[in-house]
């Protein structure tokens, strides 16, 4: 069962589309998620990969998939929080699903790519990456209740 993450926020974005392109929006500092700029980046995320689990401990992220289609599935492991145990399956693509997700620090997720060649995942994080912060763990691990196929 695909639940909903407490405060995981999923923003749709708008996309700007005329007969020379698009201009696809992102992210604003006066937005509700905003917490500051620290670091933007890529994750450039090959067909069928699965990235992951991460965790990070402080660092907000904003996600959004400018190129192609990415599966993010999402674990709450807070024990105080109400959405505790659950799992979240986020369609993120260039096209109808074209959002943002306000990804809140102590949240496991991983994320695999689904489109063709690759698909890119951006990122906007509040403080500069920092590899102290973050945690990680095998995509076949015994403390997160979802199985990657
Ligand atoms: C994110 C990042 C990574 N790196 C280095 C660390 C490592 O040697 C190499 C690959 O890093 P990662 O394996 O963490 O890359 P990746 O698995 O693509 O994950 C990154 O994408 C976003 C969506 C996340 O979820 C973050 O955890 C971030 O680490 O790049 C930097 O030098 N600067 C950076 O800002």
Not at 18 to 40: C, H, I, M, N, W
Not at 68 to 97: F, M, T, V, W
Request: net charge negative; aromatic share 12%; charged share 25%.
């Amino acid at each position: 069962m695909m639940d909903k993450i407490h405060d995981l926020l999923c923003v749709p974005l708008k996309q700007i589309i005329d007969e020379r392109g698009a201009v696809y929006q992102y992210l604003k500092s006066t937005g509700d998620t905003f917490r500051g700029f620290g670091e933007a980046y890529y994750s450039k995320v090959n067909t069928n990969v699965v990235k992951g689990w991460k965790f990070h401990k402080e660092i907000h992220q904003h996600f959004c998939v400018p190129f192609g289609r990415i599966k993010l599935i999402a674990y709450d492991c807070r024990i105080d929080s109400p959405s505790y145990g659950a799992i979240q399956e986020i369609i993120i693509d260039d096209r109808e699903n074209y959002q943002m997700i306000s990804m809140r620090p102590e949240i496991w997720y991983s994320f695999q790519a689904l489109s063709e060649p690759f698909a890119l995942l951006a990122n906007i994080i509040n403080k500069p990456h920092d590899p102290a912060e973050s945690l990680n763990l095998p995509l076949d691990n015994k403390e997160i209740p979802y199985v990657w196929k």
